[in-house]
């Protein structure tokens, strides 16, 4: 029995009330120009941004592989997704890159990931806890790796 594996990625409810899905900016600003060039003549409106898309499976996936072999977690996770790029917003390339979190979206954050030099998948800073955390406005609930911090 042959079973795919779904992807590491959702699409955002886009006929909700509120969601923002940063729209315009990327053929308004090239267009009506002194000077034109190939890509306004005879280029596509449409943006080369992928927007409504969610990867919060993708951050979820990486961090329940720390401590597996990177080449194996990263071949798993590049056929199950549209674009590597997103893997690379929390796993660091080199070690001026490596970051105790990082924060995607408004309010939500995920511990950073690096490589070490035996090639396995490794938490930043293991002993990073939401309690560490601070928000940056009341408002919104924040969390780190799915779990609430600042709402006390």
């Known amino acids: 029995m042959n079973r795919e ?5 959702r699409k955002v409810n886009t006929k909700a009330r509120g969601v923002r899905h940063n729209f315009g900016g990327d053929y308004k600003n090239n267009r009506n120009k002194k000077r034109e060039s190939i890509e306004v003549v005879k280029g596509s409106m449409h943006g080369k941004k992928n927007r ?19 080449n194996q977690v990263f071949s798993e996770a590049k056929s199950r997704l549209d ?3 997103p893997i690379f917003w929390l796993v660091a390339n080199d070690e001026s890159d490596k970051k105790d979190y990082v924060r995607l979206g408004e309010s939500t954050y995920f511990s950073g990931l690096f490589i070490d030099v ?3 998948l490794q938490l930043t800073n293991p002993n990073l806890k939401p309690k560490d955390l601070t928000p940056f406005c009341n408002c919104c609930t924040h969390t780190l790796n799915g779990k609430l911090f600042g709402s006390e």
């Open 52 to 70: 409504g898309l969610d990867y919060t499976p993708l951050f979820k996936f990486l961090l329940s592989k720390v401590g597996y072999e990177w």
């Open 83 to 85: 674009t590597t790029e």
């Open 5 to 9: 594996k779904k992807p590491l990625y």
């Open 118 to 120: 035996d090639g396995i």
